[in-house]
Structures are given as structure tokens and as C-alpha cells.
């Protein structure tokens, strides 16, 4: 009895925070009354309903567990949740009234849960629907009137490990076997299949104490999902090319451009090629074939019989592997298959097998969808590399960024804080827009462990630590602060860069670096395996040089927009670990600082940050960075370990910072070698790498800004501007920078020392321009800059 009294009194505490911050929902969740709340599912719901003409305004909100696609009689209108936790679990919101007409009007969607086959980055506790309307919208509003059915020739396909793709955070493909397909569901009738019964509460009363029932009647639908609203634009849906076909039997060689009829009794194959990488919903439509099989097969690239890639434009014999879908026709007319979630590819591969009756192949569509980033930046120069290199890094920021930030769009989908550091600043310089940005922001401040740390990936069903992630949370927090002129959500989130701090100091020694660190204390991929490394003593100069930026960095923020109490000790604990790199990391012998006290070990991850945060002398930088420089991925010389493209834009800063700037172009040796590959988006790490598309190698569209145009913040929120061009061997440049104010566009023409050309800034906004060790200031409007070459 006390047991049943405390869970009693548990829910009555948590209903009315519920309702406290949420009062305005009526509306409640619903289900299907059979379906197992926690496994694999796909539910339809239909709301009928009549109109007396059509209105001008029909606002619904609209959420599920764990995912939603709505209709509008039978027009689709959008899809969502974006994903959170359990604590924000988001709602769209959505005016039907353009669907809308006088008369009899429905609305449907569809709502599945892979359960456990579901993507990682998506948290659940059960299959549920959700939509409440505003005003007249109020009448068609969850539960009343709304119909169920489960969705029976649509389900989850098991992974198997296989290679590459024993790590499939992504999610499984899909079986849709359209013989138990019901084909009805998206109209106003009932076929074959259609099994519509009164949707009912996912609160299934019987698992709680009596106590419990009574104080969850009539409020049931905050129980589990504490409702927000999602910040976000809705995601691009728009049609784009499913490829062309570039290896095919005689019978099909012309799909998709032309419909084409597989034989009875055959087995074809059909490779198809966008030529560049796409995220998108494939929709195959196709007549007759009772009987047969498709398989659909995603890849970013083709495999020769040895599993390597080579030049992503040969076909030959190559084959496609990885993700699939299985689609069964029943023989009907004009069946459509298309998954629930999008997929990734480049290349994608039909193994169509029939049985007993000829199948039509009608068409191969699809629609792109990602977040809705405009590229307002631009950057010419003399070099067309730089173009290439700038067009597949925008391409790879965009394809990995949806309702969150993705490292990968083929294989995990998940949002790690040190691959959307990067991703932030490409989105602030290149897109000018940080509503996704301050999704992560937010995203990581909440999923701080009691410890105090953030977890390395957020959202996530599977917890994973990386406690040097918590340190450049901090480090994008600053980003953040510099490049946009909204401070609030910076001071909204210093009180839990104060806990990751707090943390690390429980494992700062007293010589001030940091001994060994619990989790995954992972830094960068080296040709070896990983870093960090550790001493006998386990200690590490690399984790600490982390550390130390982001104690400067906390420093900062807290002395203009927090406390100068914690501003002072970080500063203090600063002075502390900085000596104790120097005392105990330098290697005088080599000039270099080595990567644990032991000094067996080098890199340039090491080198870079010491660098960067003037652990190594200023006189000393040139010299030690131009060695860093020379250093390749995946190369080991003197024992160097080298970094990754994902560490070279730490490496491209530290260039800049030791006064090399011009030298940064000569570091996109690693990106121009890719070319000749002809990969259209950035791959994860050098050599037979994994992933094609990865995030946190497409900084060069921003280093092309910063570094190549050379501008940047001089101050908080962009307040002023710096503008120190490092065109290197280039003889021209022009570039255009989304700033808050407007726009900054630059063009410089090179020659020699010389500079000259135009800046025109915003009006309001005032900056300097840098160059050659003479400083002339900028104005809003036009300004001329150097002297005419001779």
C-alpha cells in the first residue's frame, strides 16, 4: 500500500508540472487498443469531418511516438516530430486551411515505432498519435472521432552485421508487402485490408494502483511526453533526380526515363546514378508482378569484389551495398512504395525478380528533403579547385543537416558535439542562419548527466560519454556568442558550462594536467587507431590542452555575461594548467610538445592546440606548425601522429594564429587529392574511409571565409568586424558573408605583397582590414582598400 501511495503521489507531481507549463492542451493522446505499446508498429488514423465552407485559418498542432506523416484528403502536409527527449518532446504546427475545402473533409496519418530497430538518435516510450486544434481546428482535435487501424505490409527489417555495416545507428530498411498493404487507408472508403476500429488511450490503466487511476483520469496525455514546441522551419520537400540508369539488363535499360515491362519468370538488375549524393524519399511505382520481389539497395559509393571503392564515379561490375528495402507486389495497379524514412545515396540498385506475371516498372521518383539552408555566401577565386572544394562542402553540410545535425546521413544520423561545432559555424557563415545551431545548443546543455558533464551525442536512445566533447560544447557556446548578436542564450546555458567544469576539476592534478578520464576520452582518429595517450602515471597533455581552451573560453563569457567570481577562477585554473603543459609536455629536444609527460608520444593534434592556445611560445609557432604542416593524414613521419580531416580545422586555425594564414591553402592538399575520385561529398577519414559523407570534413567552405577572405568577429555578437585576407597563391578573390546586419562582400585583386580592391559593409556595422602588418579602418558602405598594383 505505501508502494502504490508514492507512485500515486509521483504521477499527481508530475501531472501538474505538466499542466502548469501546458494548460492550454485539451486534447489527448491516442492509440491503437491492441497494438504492443513498445514494439515495431505502423498505425493509420482518419478523422472524417464537414465544413460549412472553406476557412481562412485551421491551425492544428501535431505529434506522435515516434514519428508522424499527416494528410490532408490525401494531400501530403508534413511529417514530424523533430526529435528530443522525453522532457521535449516536440509538436508541429500546421494551417490546413489551403486543404481544406466546403463539405466533407478528412485527415489521416500515418504513425510508426521501430522499437527497438529504430534509429538511435530517436528516443521513445510508446506508439502514440497527438493533434489538438485552435479555435474552429478544435472540433477535429485527438481522441474524438478518430479512427485506428495497424498498418500490416509495412515493417522494420532486422539489420544483420555485415562489414561496414555492423554499425547501422541509422535505423533498419523496410518490408512492404503489398499484398497485406492496405491501399484504402489515405481516402474516405474501406477496402480488403482496412480494419478500422475507435482509437483509445495509450494508458494502459490496468498497470497502475487505484490511486494512480484516479489521479490520471481525464489528464492523460501529459503523462509522457512533456510537450514543446519545435522551433525549427519545417524540412525541404522537394522533387529532385533518383538517377539515371547506368547498368541495366536489355529489358529495363531505358528506366526510369521510359516505363519499362519486366518478363515473367525473370530476373533483372538496374543501377541507377545521381551522380551526386542525395538525401531523399525514393517512391518506386509499378504495375502488375503478383508475386515478384524488389529489393532496393542505398550506397553512397559502389564496392569492387575486394569491398573497396576506389573512383566513386566507376560502375563496371562494382555492386551496391548496405541499407535496403524489400518491396512486394501484389499484382495491382499502379503500387507505390515509399519508405517512411528517407534514405541516402548516390547510387541505387532494383534486383527485381518476378514470378508467374510480367511486372510494369511506371516510374522512379523522389523527393529531397533536409533542412532548409539557403547559401547565401559565396566565394570565386582564380584557383576552380576552390570552387569544387567550396560546392562538395556545402553539399555535405546540408545533406547532414535535418530537425538535427547528423555526422553522417548513411550510417548514424546522430548529432555529435564535435562534428556540429563545425557544422554551426558553416551554418552561421555560409548559411547565416542559427535555429539549427541553438537546437544543439540546447540539445547538449540537456543531456548533462548528474555528474555535470554533456553527453557526446544528443538526442540518443543509447547513451554515449565523451568527456572532451563536454569541453567543446563550451568551445561552441563561444562560437556561438561571437558570431551571433543574441547573448541570451548564451546566459541561459553558462550555468551548465559551470558543472562540466566543476567535473573536470576533479580530475585536474596538482600539476595541473588531467589524469585519466572516465568513458570514451576520444579526441581525433590517428592511422593507429585513436587519441589520446596516457604516461605510467595517466596523465594526458592532450586532454588537457582541451581543457584549457575551454577554460578561456568560459572565462570570457562569464566576465561579460555571467559571474566574475567564476570568471576569475577559470582564469586562475587557466594560468595553473598552462604552466603545467609547459613544465611537463614541452620536449625540448624536439621543439614539440608531446602528447602525455611520458614524451613517447607526438602528434599534431598536440602541436596544433598548443599552438592555438599559446602553450608554445610565439616565437616558436612558424617554425613548429610549418613542420606540422607537411604532415598528411594517415602519415606517421618521425612518429607524428597526423590528424584527420576533422582535426585539420583545428590545424587550419593554428596557421592563421602563428601568422601563416597564407600557408592554409597548401593544407587542402588532403580535399584536392579527393577530386580526381570524384566523391561529391566529403568522406569521415583518408583511405578506404567508411562513410562518404561526413560533416566534420566540410570546414573548408568555412575556412575559405574566414582564413582565404579573411573575415571574422572582432567582438561579441558580431559587433564589429576583422577582415584579414589570406589569398596565398591566388591572385583574385571575391566572397560574399551573410553578416546579422547584411551583407559583407569582398573583392581583392593580388599581386606580390600588394592588395587592393573593395569591402562594403552593412551600414551600422565598422571593423578593421589587416594586412602585411598595416590596419586601416572599415565603415559601413563601400570601402577601398591597398594601393593599385605595380
Known amino acids: 500500500m505505501r508502494l502504490q501511495g508514492r507512485v500515486a503521489a509521483l504521477l499527481l507531481c508530475t501531472l501538474a508540472g505538466a499542466v502548469a507549463g501546458e494548460g492550454e492542451w485539451h486534447a489527448s493522446w491516442i492509440t491503437h487498443p491492441a497494438v504492443p505499446l513498445r514494439e515495431p508498429a505502423v498505425l493509420h488514423f482518419r478523422r472524417s469531418f464537414h465544413l460549412a465552407s472553406q476557412p481562412g485559418r485551421f491551425v492544428v498542432h501535431v505529434s506522435a511516438d515516434s514519428r508522424f506523416a499527416l494528410y490532408v484528403n490525401g494531400r501530403r502536409i508534413g511529417d514530424g516530430p523533430a526529435r528530443g527527449d522525453l522532457a521535449h518532446w516536440r509538436y508541429e504546427t500546421f494551417d490546413l486551411a489551403d486543404s481544406l475545402h466546403a463539405g ?97 488511450s495509450p494508458m494502459r490503466e490496468n498497470i497502475y494502483p487505484d490511486a494512480a487511476k484516479a489521479a490520471l483520469a481525464g489528464r492523460q496525455q501529459d503523462n509522457y511526453w512533456q510537450l514543446v514546441p519545435d522551433e525549427l522551419p519545417h524540412m525541404e520537400f522537394a522533387a529532385t533526380d ?58 553512397e559509393a559502389l564496392y569492387d569484389a575486394k569491398q573497396q571503392k576506389g573512383d566513386r564515379d566507376e560502375v563496371g561490375t562494382r555492386k551496391a551495398l548496405g541499407l535496403h528495402d524489400t518491396f512486394l507486389p501484389d499484382g495491382g495497379e499502379h503500387r507505390n512504395f515509399e519508405p517512411l524514412w528517407w534514405r541516402t545515396w548516390r547510387y541505387l540498385d532494383l534486383d527485381i525478380e518476378t514470378a508467374g506475371a510480367p511486372m510494369t516498372l511506371e516510374s522512379m521518383t ?39 545535425y547528423m555526422d553522417t546521413p548513411y550510417y548514424e544520423q546522430l548529432q555529435y558535439i564535435g562534428d556540429t561545432r563545425l557544422q554551426a559555424l558553416i551554418s552561421y557563415t555560409v548559411a547565416g542562419d542559427d535555429r539549427l545551431a541553438l537546437q544543439a545548443l540546447k540539445a547538449f546543455d540537456e543531456s548533462r548527466l ?9 538526442p540518443t536512445s543509447q547513451p554515449q560519454i565523451i568527456p572532451t566533447f563536454s569541453l567543446l560544447w563550451i568551445g561552441m557556446l563561444h562560437d556561438y556568442w561571437m558570431y551571433r548578436p543574441d547573448p541570451a542564450p548564451v546566459k541561459e546555458m553558462l550555468p551548465g558550462t559551470r558543472t562540466v567544469l566543476q567535473w573536470f576539476a576533479h580530475y585536474e592534478q596538482p600539476d595541473g594536467l588531467l589524469r585519466k578520464l572516465p568513458w570514451w576520452s576520444f579526441v581525433d582518429w590517428v592511422s593507429k587507431g585513436e587519441i589520446p595517450t596516457y604516461d605510467a602515471s595517466g596523465e594526458s597533455c592532450t586532454t588537457t590542452l582541451h581543457y584549457l581552451g575551454a577554460l578561456e573560453d568560459a572565462s570570457a563569457m562569464e566576465r561579460a555575461l555571467g559571474d566574475a567570481y567564476f570568471a576569475d577562477q577559470y582564469a586562475a585554473r587557466a594560468a595553473r594548467v598552462r604552466q603545467g603543459i ?55 613521419p618521425d612518429g607524428v601522429l597526423s590528424a584527420s580531416y576533422y582535426f585539420r580545422f583545428y590545424l587550419a586555425r593554428a596557421l592563421a594564429h602563428a601568422g601563416l594564414g597564407d600557408e592554409y591553402l597548401a593544407s587542402l592538399r588532403p580535399w584536392r587529392e579527393l577530386l580526381p575520385l570524384h566523391f561529391s561529398t566529403w568522406p569521415e577519414t583518408p583511405g578506404e574511409s567508411r562513410s562518404d559523407s561526413h560533416a566534420w570534413s566540410a570546414h573548408p567552405a568555412y575556412d575559405l571565409l574566414t582564413l582565404v577572405a579573411g573575415i571574422e568577429p572582432a567582438s561579441p555578437g558580431f559587433a564589429s568586424v576583422r577582415i584579414a585576407p589570406h589569398p596565398g ?48 579602418p572599415l565603415h559601413g558602405g563601400q570601402n577601398q582598400i591597398g594601393k593599385p598594383a605595380r
Open 104 to 200: 466533407d473533409n478528412f485527415i489521416t496519418a500515418t504513425v510508426w515505432n521501430f522499437g527497438v530497430y529504430a534509429p538511435i538518435a530517436q528516443v521513445s516510450d510508446r506508439t502514440a498519435f497527438l493533434l489538438q486544434g485552435e479555435g474552429e481546428a478544435g472540433s477535429v482535435s485527438t481522441p474524438s472521432e478518430w479512427l485506428v487501424e495497424i498498418e500490416h505490409g509495412q515493417s522494420p527489417v532486422p539489420r544483420k552485421p555485415e562489414g561496414f555495416w555492423q554499425y547501422m545507428a541509422c535505423g533498419s530498411g523496410e518490408l512492404f508487402d503489398a499484398a497485406k498493404y492496405d491501399w484504402d487507408w489515405n481516402t474516405t472508403s474501406s477496402g480488403p485490408h482496412s480494419e478500422w476500429v475507435k482509437a483509445a
Open 242 to 299: 533518383a538517377g539515371h540508369n547506368v547498368r541495366s539488363d536489355a529489358a529495363v535499360q531505358n528506366f526510369p526515363k521510359d516505363a519499362a515491362t519486366v518478363p515473367a519468370h525473370s530476373h533483372v538488375h538496374i543501377m541507377l546514378d545521381r551522380g551526386t549524393l542525395t538525401t531523399a524519399y525514393p517512391k518506386l511505382t509499378v504495375t502488375g508482378g503478383k508475386g515478384s520481389g524488389i529489393r532496393l539497395t542505398y550506397a
Open 366 to 404: 523522389a523527393n529531397f528533403t533536409a533542412y532548409p539552408f539557403q547559401e547565401r555566401a559565396t566565394f570565386q577565386s582564380d584557383d576552380p579547385d576552390l570552387k569544387r572544394t567550396w560546392d562538395i562542402s556545402w553539399r555535405t553540410a546540408r545533406l547532414d543537416a535535418h530537425e538535427t
Open 450 to 458: 548528474p555528474e555535470g558533464i554533456t553527453q557526446s551525442r544528443y
Open 582 to 636: 609547459v613544465g611537463r609536455c614541452w620536449d625540448a629536444g624536439r621543439a614539440m610538445l608531446a602528447d602525455e609527460p611520458g614524451r613517447t608520444h607526438f602528434s599534431q593534434q598536440t602541436n596544433v592546440l598548443g599552438v592555438l592556445y599559446d602553450v608554445v611560445p610565439r616565437n616558436e609557432q612558424p617554425g613548429l606548425m610549418r613542420r606540422m604542416l607537411v604532415i598528411e593524414p594517415g602519415s606517421t
Open 729 to 776: 597563391s591566388l591572385q583574385n578573390v571575391t566572397a560574399t558573408f551573410p553578416h546579422p546586419k547584411g551583407v559583407i562582400s569582398v573583392h581583392y585583386e593580388h599581386r606580390g605583397d600588394d592588395l587592393t580592391g573593395t569591402i562594403r559593409l552593412p551600414e551600422g556595422l565598422n571593423g578593421i582590414f589587416l594586412w602585411k602588418g598595416t590596419m586601416q
